[in-house]
Every structure is written in structure tokens, then in C-alpha cells.
């Protein structure tokens, strides 16, 4: 069935570290891939997506790669900052449906000390 | 300027009372979207309207029933709430039900069923 899934529940860095938030599907279908950012108390906020042409997208302190053979998503955060620790999910979009519909990973907190 | 809102940003009721939600984007998108995160923050989406139609339903209870009187407004009706319906509503929308247009949530609304 349909999952996408995430390595590591917590990440614990640095200020001033990279950051490496890992997601793993299982669709092979999939043709589009969302990473959003939650805080606490707040929706979902869009950081970065890709398409399945794609490989690698990036965008302010962020990078976003796509291994399709394995099916592996990640996501970089460059100079990690305090202002970065929160919840980040990883979405897929299931393109055997005439719809968007994004299934979720499970989410991987990140906490920045500073 | 809020793009996507939702009312109320907390709501507090006991079981088996009958109590609605409401979404509104500003955004000027087609489609709009109802997801419910559980404690352990998993995010699954419920529904999906596409010009006031419904295109997804997640098999959703038929307690919930959402309603789109036009297309920058989506309801969630919930009869009978139960505690399990106890949750984070977000409302999300894009601009095109297919295809890979970026979905933008709101603030979500927290559901607490005594």
C-alpha cells in the first residue's frame, strides 16, 4: 500500500550545523513531493517541492533530493538556526489518482540549540 | 490577509454534541481540503472539493459531513462527536485538484471532545 515514512523521529544539531531530515515512499507513481515545515501551534507551512523529473531543487538554505530508484526523499537545511526547530513532513503525491492527494510521513522533529 | 483561515482556533464540546467548522481562502484557488492530525501528529487527509464539488473522501465517518457553498469556503459538519474525534483540523487549498500545485494551510483547528 501507500507510505511514506521517515528514519528518525528526533534530530538534535547545532546552530550553524547542516541538517539532513530523511523520507523514505513506497509509491512508485508518486510525481510529486512536498516538504512543509510546522511549528508549534501553526499549520503547516511549504518549504520546498520536486518533481519526479527532477533530482535535486533548491531553494534559500534548503535543498530538496530525489533518488527515485530507492525511493528517497530528503531534505537540507543549511546554517541551521534556532528559528528552524519544528515538525517536518515529507508529502507525496499519488499520480495514479486524477486528484492531488498527498499522503504525509509521520514527521521528524527537529530541535536547534543554540 | 490571512490566506487560508479557519474558525474556531479552538473548540471544546462534549460527546455527542454536533458542532461545525469553517474554512475560508482568499488565495483564489479551486480546491480546498480537510485534514485531521492525530496526537501523534500524523496528518491524513478527509476530504477534498474541487469547485464546490467533492472529489476525495477518505472514508470518512458519515458524522462528517463537509460543505462548500462556493469555492473560498469549506465546512466541516461533525454530528455526534465522539473522543476520538478529538484532533487538529486543518484546512488546506490549491489551485488546480490535479497536478502539482502547492497546498496552503491554515492555522488548524483544535478539536477537544470531552
Known amino acids: 500500500g501507500e507510505s511514506v515514512g521517515l528514519h528518525l523521529p528526533t534530530l538534535s544539531v547545532q546552530e550553524g550545523d547542516n541538517s539532513i531530515i530523511n523520507c523514505a515512499y513506497s509509491?512508485?507513481?508518486?510525481?510529486?513531493f512536498i516538504w512543509y515545515k510546522q511549528e508549534s501551534g501553526k499549520g503547516p507551512q511549504f518549504i520546498i517541492d520536486i518533481r519526479s523529473n527532477m533530482d535535486k531543487r533548491q531553494g534559500q538554505r534548503v535543498t530538496v533530493l530525489l533518488n527515485k530508484t530507492v525511493k528517497h526523499l530528503s531534505l537540507q537545511i543549511a546554517a541551521t538556526q534556532p528559528g528552524d526547530s519544528a515538525v517536518y513532513f515529507c508529502a507525496e503525491n499519488n499520480a495514479n489518482t486524477g486528484f492531488q492527494k498527498l499522503v504525509f510521513g509521520t514527521g521528524t522533529r527537529l530541535l536547534v540549540s543554540p | 490577509d490571512t490566506a487560508v483561515s479557519q474558525t474556531p482556533k479552538y473548540l471544546v464540546t462534549q460527546m455527542g454534541n454536533d458542532k461545525s467548522i469553517k474554512c475560508e481562502q482568499n488565495l483564489g484557488h479551486d480546491t480546498m481540503y480537510w485534514y485531521k492530525q492525530d496526537s501523534k501528529k500524523f496528518l491524513k487527509i478527509m476530504f477534498s472539493y474541487n469547485n464546490k464539488e467533492l472529489i476525495i473522501n477518505e472514508t470518512v465517518p458519515n458524522r462528517f459531513s463537509p460543505k462548500s457553498p462556493d469555492k473560498a469556503h469549506l465546512n466541516l459538519h461533525i454530528n455526534s462527536l465522539e473522543l476520538g474525534d478529538s484532533a487538529v483540523y486543518f484546512c488546506a487549498s490549491n489551485k488546480l485538484a490535479g497536478g502539482q500545485e502547492t497546498q496552503y494551510f491554515g492555522p488548524g483547528t483544535r478539536l477537544l471532545v470531552l
Open positions: 509509491n512508485s507513481a508518486s510525481d510529486y
